[in-house]
T-cell receptor, first 114, second 114 residues
Framework: AQTVTQSQPEMSVQEAETVTLSCTYD???????LFWYKQPPSRQMILVIR??????QNATENRFSVNFQKAAKSFSLKISDSQLGDTAMYFC???????????FGQGTELSVKP | DSGVTQTPKHLITATGQRVTLRCSPR?????VYWYQQSLDQGLQFLIQ???????AKGNILERFSAQQFPDLHSELNLSSLELGDSALYFC?????????????FGPGTRLTVT
């Protein structure tokens, strides 16, 4: 069975600085997808970024980028120029290519301080 | 706004009761997913429907059931409720039922069992 582990329950960063959230996963699959979701205090689940396992190039979305290390089964999220609105719970998630269900990590609570 | 709607937003009920949570997917999406978010279990996949048929089952209790109707809306039925069923229940939808299609989450239904 696939598992997703986020080893940092809480993190904080100063506004405008850079922070990296860690995620590791375990799978025997070769084709899969990895995601970072953001859950602000409103509780809405918002997709931040997505990575296809077959792509070697790391995904980027504006200030958000990932470091995908397939052999190490590591998928970290880097947030550059952190903003107060980035304060949220961040979840790493895994999905097999042929399935639709998301398997989530336990989450990292990020606080951006002014 | 993801385009996925869930009703009700909040639900307070007593142990032993039965409730129905409703989800309307985004226009054109054929697949619906239900997730449960609780403090002790985190975010867990419950069940997936695709075009009216059950596609995948996760950690869904026997007391829980779901269905997807011809108009593609879905209902999650929770019966013989226990205190531990208190959680945030999310519905998500995607165009198809496999990994290459992004899942869009609804705002959730907060269930409190007293």
């Amino acid at each position: 069975a696939q598992t997703v582990t986020q080893s940092q329950p809480e993190m904080s960063v100063q506004e405008a600085e850079t922070v990296t959230l860690s995620c590791t996963y375990d799978t025997s699959e070769n084709n899969y997808y990895l995601f970072w979701y953001k859950q602000p205090p409103s509780r809405q689940m918002i997709l931040v970024i997505r990575q296809e396992a077959y792509k070697q190039q790391n995904a980027t979305e504006n200030r958000f980028s990932v470091n995908f290390q397939k052999a190490a089964k590591s998928f970290s999220l880097k947030i550059s120029d952190s903003q107060l609105g980035d304060t949220a719970m961040y979840f790493c998630a895994f999905m097999k290519h042929v399935e639709g269900k998301l398997i989530f990590g336990q989450g990292t609570e990020l606080s951006v301080k002014p | 706004d993801s385009g996925v709607t869930q009703t009700p937003k909040h639900l307070i009920t007593a142990t032993g009761q039965r409730v129905t949570l409703r989800c309307s997917p985004r226009s054109g999406d054929l697949s619906v997913y239900w997730y449960q978010q609780s403090l002790d279990q985190g975010l867990q996949f419950l069940i997936q429907y695709y075009n009216g048929e059950e596609r995948a089952k996760g950690n869904i209790l026997e007391r829980f059931s779901a269905q997807q109707f011809p108009d593609l809306h879905s209902e999650l039925n929770l019966s013989s409720l226990e205190l531990g069923d208190s959680a945030l229940y999310f519905c998500a939808s995607s165009e198809r039922g496999t990994g290459q299609y992004e899942q869009y989450f609804g705002p959730g239904t907060r269930l409190t069992v007293t």
